[in-house]
């Protein structure tokens, strides 16, 4: 069994959509609902809050941290701004039947933690 990175947009999304109600809506009236979606999704995200997917984890946008770093053309240490990473956290559920199917001999050399 091999595992494909899959990646979905909104157009994988509107196709996917159009064949599980059988083209009953107009497809452009399902592409405009899923763009509502994700608009409504970036303004939540933008105001900070979190959305929470029922029974599968939160997504939530988190300010990091300023730090330093070295401009390597410039030859200097610079500070930056913290910048907003999109974090998900999974939910408790999935979370704890994930690892009583994780073996940690065959996940880590030696058994060391």
């Known amino acids: 069994m091999s595992i494909e990175k899959v990646s979905i947009d909104k157009r994988v999304l509107w196709h996917y959509v159009n064949l ?13 609902v899923i763009t509502i979606l994700f608009e409504e999704m970036l303004v ?12 599968f984890g ?17 030859r200097q240490f610079v500070h930056t701004d ?3 990473v999109l974090r998900f956290s999974l939910a408790s559920k ?14 880590l050399k030696d058994g060391k933690r």
């Open 58 to 74: 939160i997504l939530s946008l988190k300010k990091m941290k300023p730090r330093r770093y070295h401009n390597v053309s410039s």
């Open 44 to 55: 939540d995200l933008k105001a900070g809050k979190p959305i929470e997917i029922f029974n």
């Open 82 to 84: 913290g910048h907003y």
């Open 20 to 32: 599980k109600i059988r083209r009953v809506i107009h497809h452009y009236h399902v592409l405009s």
């Open 94 to 107: 999935i979370r704890k039947k994930l690892c009583q199917h994780l073996d940690i001999d065959k996940t």
